[in-house]
């Protein structure tokens, strides 16, 4: 497919993460983007004050009305009439999007141009230098870190990332330049990162996850091995010490870790003022007194693969480490939202029992003598099938867990699936579930000294709210 053809893109799921970053940047563009979404949030919000056309409707005379305003857009547009050809227009569909849609039956019925949002990102970035961030978590950060030392060290780049980056307040950012490096997070959802043909290649993990798409963590892991095969002949792969398949990826390749010896390593890890300081040391470096401001060591085995890709495409140790000490991190992936002497409120994605595990424990360590207690809403009935015994033990480790309903997103109900399951399997006595009606009087029952919301669902709408309340009280 030549995009060169394209006047008009209509996103079918626009408010995706992924999805909204590249209607944003076809958005610059003379191409003309609309598109639906389930529900309004504030990212679509965002796009409607952009210029982007939205519904929020599935009947099909409300897209054929949208159809219809493209044409007299684009009429208007050139100030002369057109032939709109079926040719000159491409439906983009998240994946989260089912088949049994009406929008998208009928758009498939009228044979449109129909791709998945990850050949469209294929299609993009194959006319750039990619670097591409792979894992089944950390690739968030670790791909927003390395597009954000980039742009400070006045690099020309381009990116396509999986969460509002707090430097830029976006998911997508952009240059006016000619745009030598494209940074892009690739998702192993539905194998869509093997769209892709990476310069650079980062993998962090591999953890069994989204068994609903590969039946099991073998299958998975060979997708990640096929992943890591796709980068370019002259192109570099770094990937994690510790993954379990990492000897089948694509050689050479460099490996890097926190915690065994890796050929990239970052060292003397210590928290200071709330700050985590490392060293940093390759086959030609040492790097001493690196401040990564992001709480966790999971954030400084992130740092240590960002310093890596950098240094490879030549950044300094100035402009690295200059990055790195003014990187404000990723929105949920452990945002302070308020932070006083005598409480302190933090929202999280965590959405496996992994992340789970790892955004807890920094709470716990930075807060060793508060009682911590976590709001947490499982994603998907099939990740909660699959994972109850790792989600049970990872919110053993708080002080108070409050459990929530599962958010289904894009699945149907599972016969006997439910929160239910977890909360059996926690040993933790200080438990209760919870559901989303009553989550805030509920809330009013407990006083927390550090409280986290968790998850990757719809939790995010209770940020506020939650604010608000602890805010007065």
């Excluded at 302070?336 to 965590?350: G, L, P, Q, R, T």
Aim: hydrophobic share 40%; charged share 25%; proline share 3%.
């Amino acid at each position: 497919m030549n995009l060169k053809n394209i006047k008009y893109i209509y996103f079918l799921g626009i408010g995706g993460i992924g999805m909204s970053a590249l209607a944003r940047f076809f958005n610059g563009t003379n191409i003309i983007v609309s598109g639906y979404d389930k529900t309004e949030t504030p990212l679509t919000q965002a796009l409607q004050k952009e210029g982007i056309d939205i519904v929020f409707d599935d009947q099909i005379k409300t897209i054929k009305k949208q159809f219809k305003n493209f044409e007299e857009q684009y009429i208007a547009y050139f100030e002369k009439k057109l032939n709109i050809s079926k040719n000159s227009i491409l439906i983009v569909r998240t994946p989260a999007v089912p088949k049994e849609h009406k929008a998208f039956k009928w758009l498939v019925d009228n044979e449109y141009n129909i791709i998945k949002r990850s050949e469209l990102l294929g299609l993009i970035s194959k006319n750039y230098y990619t670097i591409a961030v792979a894992g089944t978590h950390g690739k968030t950060t670790t791909s927003t870190m390395i597009a954000h030392i980039l742009k400070n060290a006045g690099v020309d780049v381009l990116a396509f990332l999986g969460g509002i980056s707090t430097n830029y307040q976006t998911n997508y950012i952009a240059n006016t330049g000619e745009y030598p490096f494209v940074v892009v997070e690739a998702d192993e959802f539905d194998r869509s990162f093997l769209h892709l043909k990476p310069d650079v290649s980062v993998i962090t993990a591999t953890d069994a996850d989204h068994l609903d798409i590969y039946g099991n963590h073998d299958e998975m892991e060979k997708t990640f091995i096929a992943f890591s095969k796709k980068t370019k002949k002259d192109g570099v792969l770094f990937a994690k010490k510790e993954i379990p398949q990492i000897a089948k990826f694509r050689n050479p390749h460099f490996t890097y870790s926190i915690k065994v010896d890796a050929e990239i390593n970052a060292e003397k890890i210590r928290v200071t003022d709330g700050d985590y300081i490392f060293s940093y040391r390759d086959a030609d470096v040492k790097w001493n007194n690196i401040i990564c401001g992001l709480p966790g060591s999971h954030n400084v085995e992130n740092a240590t693969a960002a310093i890596a890709v950098c240094r490879y495409l030549g950044l300094t140790e100035k402009q690295i480490k200059k990055g790195l000490k003014t990187f404000a991190g990723v929105k949920r992936r452990f945002e302070y939202i308020i932070k006083e002497k005598n409480f302190v409120y933090i929202d999280d994605y965590a959405h496996h029992p992994e992340e789970l595990k790892a955004a807890i424990n920094s709470a716990k360590m930075l807060y060793p003598n508060k009682k911590i207690t976590g709001i947490f809403q499982p994603h998907l009935y099939s990740r909660t099938r699959d994972f109850a015994d790792g989600f049970a033990a990872s919110l053993d480790l708080l002080d108070e867990v409050i459990l929530m309903d599962i958010y289904p997103a894009r699945e149907k109900p599972m016969k006997g699936i439910t929160s239910q399951i977890v909360f059996d399997m926690m040993k933790n006595k200080n438990k209760r579930l919870v559901t989303k009606e009553n989550l805030m009087k509920e809330m009013k029952k407990y006083k927390p000294e550090v409280l986290m919301t968790l998850g990757a669902g719809d939790i995010d709408t209770f940020v506020i709210p939650l604010k608000n309340y602890y805010n007065k009280a």
